[in-house]
């Protein structure tokens, strides 16, 4: 978690932050109260300092905050316990952070500022809410969208970062070329094994990471190297460069990248026993129970190869002999004896045990009495009994007993597996201070694998959506100041489920929109403010086609609320957001203001909003003011290139109801009485409303109508729509060798089926091309590796696939989500490193076809199936004709 510091300077709101953990701080200067109150709200920070620069305001007078106390940052930061401090907000701030923690002033910390200039601005925290960037509750969540409902943590707080603080055009192109790539990849990927840096840090730092850690560490190096030895990946990796700079603040070259994560791979390889190595046993002996020797062994074994532990192994193995040996002597004639002289209903019972508590193996015996068998075998033995005690000295119970020679094998035997114990942790701990000289790229190259995750992840479920990559236009360099959307959907209505009502943006200025309760003009402008958000960051929206300019600012600011904890009104609230709104728009801007000046008295709220309007239209920024002020027409308003819009209504079965679709024109029709009625209001109070409205309202404004310049004339009927509607929707060097093994037996068993798909399934994709009009593609195998997925290009196809189980079994299948598919395969007990051989068919009456042709065949070529009798099922796609038997070169 992070330290956090606010001021102020000349050019707005700074906020400083600092992570102790990485020795990194940022700072981020010029923004208005609102973005810093919604970084402030999505940062984790367990300190907060507040400047004393923000005691005073413009004027100099001493007022908390730019706007006196009751302001938005006030009420942020008087909830949450905070200290004041002066001074070098930067230098201070760190002089604060090496006091919390302890930490010498000689200790350094590494600036990873990414500049604003050439960014957009931060969110708006109204902004951010209202498209649930941060979750909001009835607001439909944006982020949960963007991503599989699978893939979670690291990956989405990446997204989100992404959204609040949106990235340089350069980089938001970057992102969206990574994007396309991953779109048209045909290999498999892989599992993007994401470890937080800042944790990464801290285990080495403090030498805390065990063998666990150190695998996942490896995982992260093989992935990048894996990437960077695959051509389709390999772009792909050196595209994420950029990204993953700006995250980071880390500037490393690409080919050091790949080199330093080879040579970082191969050191945890030559130490760490990675998963599936079995190069030391745990000591089994039959006179001894099992559980001794896994709780005594199991902390220790397996975690470095055996090559830098034999000495301590072969000690404790050593030990292990003598301890059965000496329980051998001392405990079994005893047993023997027992089990010999036991009558059938009772006398003494005797047996070895493990006492868990005690880390012992000792003898219990029930109603045990040594003097009973003197002068026989075992007499000896039983004289040589004393009870057990503990660690301190103490006697165990009545039914406990030792030898003193059992009793020297324990402590011999805990002597060298606490040896043993103490090497492995010195061998880790060594290996953390090796790895730490490597930290920023370990750094690096983890981060990077987050974002890959979520590009990927974000592919995925953009092409399951069928969402679309926009063109995102410079204004600087291509002079586009228009944003163009064919077919906008509302981003939580799923394209792929079902209908929703599309709509066709072309905006070259500010539109003026009007449109009845219900009729969608909210859900236009959350649609809008998301998919442009979406573009200027690199990613899909969810449109047929866009071209979004790249603003240097989004601003959504819909229906405000009053708030009593600061003592302020909702109009009072709307008019603290408009003003921040309006002082930072530029004509770069994308302004969307949902019915405006709605919390106060009509006449004056009128005149405000004509004003405001006015003055987004002499900025010449692009957005929408929607309103239900009408009176708003007849303003003499001095605009140049404000259009008017409206949301379409209907006339049915003698009712106007809404369209939902973005028409040319003005609409005055509210269906304010039609929404009453539908929510449950008494008709009486309804019909009263109506006469009234037809008494005075009527009257007034049946002979006007307004032109494109603001003049009224006879009021033709036009198609004219607010909020969310539920009818928008219709519907490694000491295993080198054993790796290399492995790996050639793994190939050629691959190739083997491959061959064999290849023969059986070319056959019966001739004899189907035949009966279609068009030629059939052959068979193109894909293999997915464990820890590997299927890429975003096989979304909706259907594919048949072959699953190489680790019993050496075979599965066939087919379906239409592969990914899916796979994750329940490995879902399964035991099939966590199964692997897959895949084929797209075109369609899944032929894949059910190919299914039970391969489980038929491949089972009479001598291959071991798990679902063999899946190939006599009629609902696989069973040929009424004999299945001819092929043979397999």
């Known amino acids: 978690m992070r330290l956090s510091g606010v001021s102020r300077s000349a050019k707005g709101y700074c906020i400083i932050s600092i992570l102790e953990t990485m020795k990194t701080y940022s700072l981020e200067d010029g923004l208005t109260e609102d973005a810093l109150v919604t970084k402030l709200r999505t940062s984790r920070y367990h300190h907060l300092f507040l400047h004393t620069s923000l005691r005073q305001n413009t004027s100099g007078t001493s007022r908390w905050g730019e706007y006196g106390e009751g302001g938005l940052l006030w009420g942020e930061c008087i909830a949450r316990h905070f200290e004041?401090?002066?001074?070098?907000?930067?230098?201070?701030?760190?002089?604060?952070?090496?006091?919390?923690?302890?930490?010498?002033?000689?200790?350094?910390?590494?600036?990873?500022?990414?500049?604003?200039?050439?960014?957009?601005?931060?969110?708006?925290?109204?902004?951010?809410?209202?498209?649930?960037?941060?979750?909001?509750?009835?607001?439909?969540?944006?982020?949960?969208?963007?991503?599989?409902?699978?893939?979670?943590?690291?990956?989405?707080?990446?997204?989100?970062?992404?959204?609040?603080?949106?990235?340089?055009?350069?980089?938001?192109?970057?992102?969206?070329?990574?994007?396309?790539?991953?779109?048209?990849?045909?290999?498999?990927?892989?599992?993007?094994?994401?470890?937080?840096?800042?944790?990464?840090?801290?285990?080495?730092?403090?030498r805390e990471a065990n063998h666990i850690e150190f695998c996942r560490i490896k995982n992260v190096l093989d992935e990048i190297l894996h990437m960077y030895g695959n051509s389709e990946l390999n772009e792909i990796l050196e595209l994420l460069m950029d990204p993953t700079w700006v995250v980071t603040g880390l500037k490393i070259d690409f080919e050091t990248l790949v080199e330093e994560c080879r040579l970082a791979s191969v050191r945890i390889g030559e130490m760490i026993s990675l998963d599936g190595e079995s190069d030391q046993k745990i000591c089994s002996y039959d006179n001894i129970p099992s559980e001794f020797f896994e709780d005594m062994e199991s902390t220790w074994k397996g975690r470095v190869k055996r090559i830098h532990i034999e000495p301590e192994i072969a000690e404790v193995e050593m030990a292990a002999e003598a301890l059965s040996l000496a329980v051998t002597e001392d405990f079994l004639p005893i047993i023997s004896r027992i089990k010999a002289t036991t009558a059938p209903l009772g006398g003494p019972k005797g047996e070895i045990l493990y006492a868990r508590e005690h880390e012992a193996v000792w003898f219990k015996g029930k109603k045990f009495r040594p003097t009973v068998w003197a002068s026989t075998p075992g007499e000896e033995q039983i004289k040589q009994l004393k009870p057990a005690v503990d660690s301190k000295g103490r006697k165990v119970g009545e039914e406990w007993f030792s030898t003193l020679k059992v009793e020297e094998a324990l402590e011999r035997y805990h002597e060298a597996g606490a040896k043993a114990k103490a090497k492995v942790l010195e061998l880790l701990r060594g290996l953390s201070s090796e790895l730490q000289t490597k930290i920023n790229i370990l750094v690096?190259?983890?981060?990077?694998?987050?974002?890959?995750?979520?590009?990927?992840?974000?592919?995925?479920?953009?092409?399951?959506?069928?969402?679309?990559?926009?063109?995102?236009?410079?204004?600087?360099?291509?002079?586009?100041?228009?944003?163009?959307?064919?077919?906008?959907?509302?981003?939580?209505?799923?394209?792929?489920?079902?209908?929703?009502?599309?709509?066709?943006?072309?905006?070259?200025?500010?539109?003026?929109?009007?449109?009845?309760?219900?009729?969608?003009?909210?859900?236009?402008?959350?649609?809008?403010?998301?998919?442009?958000?979406?573009?200027?960051?690199?990613?899909?929206?969810?449109?047929?086609?866009?071209?979004?300019?790249?603003?240097?600012?989004?601003?959504?600011?819909?229906?405000?609320?009053?708030?009593?904890?600061?003592?302020?009104?909702?109009?009072?609230?709307?008019?603290?957001?408009?003003?921040?709104?309006?002082?930072?728009?530029?004509?770069?801007?994308?302004?969307?203001?949902?019915?405006?000046?709605?919390?106060?008295?009509?006449?004056?709220?009128?005149?405000?909003?004509?004003?405001?309007?006015?003055?987004?239209?002499?900025?010449?920024?692009?957005?929408?003011?929607?309103?239900?002020?009408?009176?708003?027409?007849?303003?003499?308003?001095?605009?140049?290139?404000?259009?008017?819009?409206?949301?379409?209504?209907?006339?049915?079965?003698?009712?106007?109801?809404?369209?939902?679709?973005?028409?040319?024109?003005?609409?005055?029709?509210?269906?304010?009485?039609?929404?009453?009625?539908?929510?449950?209001?008494p008709e009486t109070i309804i019909q009263r409303a109506e006469d009234l409205y037809m008494s005075v309202y009527v009257k007034d404004n049946s002979s006007k109508r307004i032109d494109a310049n603001g003049r009224f004339h006879s009021a033709p009927k036009t198609d004219g729509s607010d909020e969310a509607h539920p009818n928008l929707s219709k519907t490694r060097v000491g295993s080198v060798h054993h790796e290399i093994e492995s790996k050639m037996k793994m190939e050629v068993s691959r190739k083997e089926i491959e061959r064999a798909i290849n023969v059986i399934c070319q056959k019966k994709l001739t004899e189907l091309s035949k009966q279609e009009t068009s030629e059939l593609a052959g068979v193109n195998c894909v293999m997915i590796a464990a820890r590997e997925q299927p890429p975003p290009s096989i979304i909706g196809a259907s594919c048949v696939y072959v699953m190489l189980r680790p019993d050496k079994k075979l599965y066939v299948g087919q379906t239409d989500d592969l990914d899916g598919r796979i994750r329940a395969h490995r879902g399964k007990e035991g099939m966590q490193s199964a692997s897959f051989l895949y084929f797209v068919v075109p369609g899944k009456s032929i894949a059910c076809q190919i299914e039970t042709l391969l489980i038929n065949q491949l089972y009479s070529q001598g291959f071991l199936l798990a679902n063999i009798a899946d190939g006599k099922h009629r609902n696989f796609g069973t040929s009424s004709r004999p299945v001819e038997t092929l043979t397999v070169p």
């Open 444 to 681: 690096f190259a983890s981060m990077l694998l987050v974002i890959g995750k979520a590009l990927f992840a974000h592919v995925s479920e953009g092409r399951r959506r069928k969402w679309v990559f926009p063109a995102l236009k410079d204004i600087e360099l291509d002079g586009a100041d228009c944003l163009k959307m064919n077919g906008l959907s509302p981003y939580w209505f799923d394209a792929a489920e079902g209908s929703a009502v599309h709509n066709t943006v072309d905006m070259q200025s500010l539109f003026l929109l009007t449109g009845p309760n219900g009729g969608g003009k909210s859900s236009l402008l959350r649609s809008i403010c998301a998919a442009s958000l979406l573009g200027i960051c690199g990613l899909m929206v969810p449109a047929e086609s866009a071209s979004i300019p790249y603003f240097d600012a989004i601003m959504l600011h819909m229906k405000s609320y009053d708030s009593p904890a600061d003592g302020k009104s909702s109009f009072q609230v709307e008019m603290s957001e408009i003003r921040s709104i309006v002082t930072a728009t530029t004509s770069r801007s994308l302004v969307l203001i949902d019915e405006i000046c709605r919390g106060t008295e009509t006449a004056k709220g009128t005149c405000i909003a004509g004003s405001i309007i006015e003055t987004l239209d002499n900025i010449g920024c692009l957005g929408i003011v929607s309103t239900h002020l009408h009176g708003i027409f007849s303003l003499p308003l001095k605009i140049k290139n404000a259009v008017y819009k409206a949301m379409g209504t209907e006339y049915l079965d003698g009712q106007t109801v809404p369209t939902w679709k973005l028409v040319d024109g003005i609409c005055r029709e509210s269906l304010a009485f039609q929404t009453a009625k539908r929510e449950g209001v």
């Open 84 to 206: 004041w401090f002066e001074g070098d907000p930067v230098i201070e701030l760190l002089l604060k952070v090496k006091e919390l923690y302890g930490l010498e002033n000689e200790v350094t910390f590494r600036n990873v500022t990414v500049s604003y200039e050439n960014r957009p601005r931060p969110l708006h925290l109204g902004t951010a809410t209202q498209i649930g960037a941060i979750p909001t509750e009835g607001i439909p969540c944006l982020l949960k969208v963007l991503l599989p409902s699978n893939c979670s943590g690291l990956p989405i707080l990446y997204v989100r970062d992404l959204l609040l603080n949106p990235p340089a055009y350069e980089i938001a192109s970057t992102i969206q070329a990574i994007c396309k790539l991953m779109s048209k990849v045909t290999c498999s990927i892989p599992e993007f094994t994401c470890v937080a840096p800042a944790k990464l840090v801290k285990l080495l730092e403090l």
